[in-house]
């Protein structure tokens, strides 16, 4: 009998380590599709709406639902500029049928600025909704995930032009031309 209920006791240990490997597994292997808003590392004030897949498999049919409209062209400094234009096209609008590991868009969303007055002190949450396929199993996997979207967290931060490759760039143009001129005289 002791025999039994110590095999019976192993036997769902082993049940659950299996269990638990399994998710530990599934985790780390499927899509994992965000939105965020980041700063433009090479255009100074602009802010950036990335949507990346950061899990280890792809994701197949990604759409977006989000709470409010998206603001677009959000390129306003101040009261008298034009009114902000709404999201009509784009990933967001439209889905993105294949997203690899690591796959990303960027789209330039607007200004500090101009997405502050477009958003009115709120945040939107986007829902990413897409599948994923996995070797050995016939059917597709669902998946969501809920992103906040605001702009509030860029008060105070870094917005110099940081683009030392242009910079390097627009002053050999300068040495160039200084060149020229010294030339021809």
Request: with cysteine.
């Amino acid at each position: 009998m002791a025999a039994i209920l110590i095999g019976l006791a192993a036997t769902l240990i082993a049940l659950f380590a299996a269990t638990v490997s399994y998710l530990v597994y599934r985790s780390q292997a499927d899509p994992d599709v965000i939105i965020c808003a980041q700063g433009d590392e090479k255009r100074a004030g602009i802010i950036n709406l990335v949507i990346e897949n950061i899990g280890r498999a792809t994701a197949y049919d990604v759409s977006f639902v989000a709470s409010a409209a998206l603001p677009w062209n959000a390129f306003r400094f101040d009261d008298e500029a034009p009114a902000v234009e709404t999201m009509t096209s784009g990933p967001l609008v439209t889905g993105i049928p294949l997203l690899a590991p690591g796959g990303k868009r960027v789209i330039t969303w607007g200004v500090y600025f101009g997405l502050i007055k477009a958003l009115e002190a709120g945040t939107i949450m986007v829902t990413a909704s897409y599948r994923s396929q996995h070797f050995g199993v016939p059917w597709r996997g669902r998946h969501k995930s809920a992103c906040p979207l605001e702009v509030f967290s860029f008060a105070g931060t870094d917005a110099s032009d940081s683009n030392y490759l242009k910079h390097i760039a627009e002053d050999v143009k300068k040495v160039a031309r200084a060149a020229e001129k010294i030339a021809s005289k």
